[in-house]
């Protein structure tokens, strides 16, 4: 299936959209939604693909935008999904979120994930509490530092908040594959229980960065899954193969999830998207099997081909 028709038949209208979302794919027995384990969680899992809003939600107040980001929480959730991730870096997003999850009856549901980014200390616990206020939260699920700025002096805050009980894990972020050496460097330091990496089939660049998490027991939690869309452009190209059936799959944007979070030490891929149709179709590759490590090399050498 074309994303971009896709868009066109399924989000033609509000009725329409609700329809997709009830479509998702069913959690029969022996074949719920994939998780995967926290290796610091003590027996705690998290669905294997979530949502970013790097962006996508960094809206105002009109109700047809709102409403339309609130069927893509909907999507993610019927579907099996959890983790929703964001930042102040983000704009309004937070809020956004927080908004939705009150007046969707969500709260409670979603992992939460978000971040400290400021480059002065002070202002690290002000925008802790200000993420607590704005995803409407006495407590959040995971608490980064954007893009590992001033790491050193905000992974002090968030040990404080993790041991006040406000967070309960915290990590260091960066993306676009940059970076890599310094975020091994704090890997050594400092007890993360996650971090968060770009990693997809546009860019294995953090290949290292990962074995090293795992080596650790760290989680890994794979941004820009999709390369900013233009890896699902560039695969869309491409005929859908026939093994991606045995996969399970029947977009392309499922194959390539697939291919991230079968990486050993990925735990979740965060896509960001503006629409439900997608969100429900991301979903999908939480059922069937998961691509072995032979599968993994024949799905790169097919994208390889992608003019």
């Not at 406000?166 to 960066?174: D, E, H, L, N, S």
Request: aromatic share 6%.
């Amino acid at each position: 299936m074309d994303r971009r028709r896709a868009i066109a038949s399924l989000c033609a209208a509000a009725g329409a959209l609700a329809t997709t979302i009830a479509s998702a794919p069913a959690r029969a027995a022996g074949d719920g939604p994939l998780r995967r384990a926290i290796p610091k969680g003590r027996g705690e899992t998290i669905p294997a693909v979530g949502l970013g809003t790097w962006l996508t939600f960094d809206i105002g107040d009109a109700a047809a935008e709102r409403a339309r980001r609130g069927l893509v929480i909907d999507a993610l959730l019927a579907g099996g999904g959890g983790m929703i991730d964001s930042s102040p870096m983000y704009g309004r997003a937070e809020r956004v979120v927080g908004d939705l999850l009150a007046t969707r009856g969500h709260a409670g549901r979603v992992f939460s994930a978000t971040k400290v980014w400021t480059p002065f200390e002070r202002q690290g616990p002000e925008q802790a509490a200000e993420s607590l206020r704005l995803w409407r939260l006495p407590r959040l699920d995971l608490l980064y530092v954007h893009n590992l700025l001033q790491w050193s002096a905000h992974l002090k805050t968030l040990r404080a908040l993790k041991e006040r009980g406000q967070v309960r894990y915290i990590g260091v972020t960066t993306s676009h594959g940059r970076r890599h050496d310094e975020m091994l460097d704090v890997m050594r330091r400092e007890p993360l229980d996650f971090i968060q990496i770009t990693y997809s089939p546009a860019d294995t660049s953090a290949e290292r960065v990962i074995d090293e998490a795992a080596g650790r027991g760290i989680a890994v939690v794979a941004n820009r899954p999709f390369d900013g869309g233009a890896l699902v452009d560039r695969a869309n190209r491409l005929p859908l193969p026939g093994w991606a059936r045995e996969l399970g799959c029947d977009a392309w944007a499922q194959v390539l999830l697939k291919w991230i979070v079968a990486r050993p030490g990925v735990v979740c891929a965060i896509p960001a998207t503006t629409d439900p149709a997608h969100m429900t179709q991301n979903m999908g590759a939480l059922h069937g099997p998961l691509p072995d490590a032979a599968m993994r090399r024949r799905i790169l050498e097919h994208l390889q081909r992608s003019p």
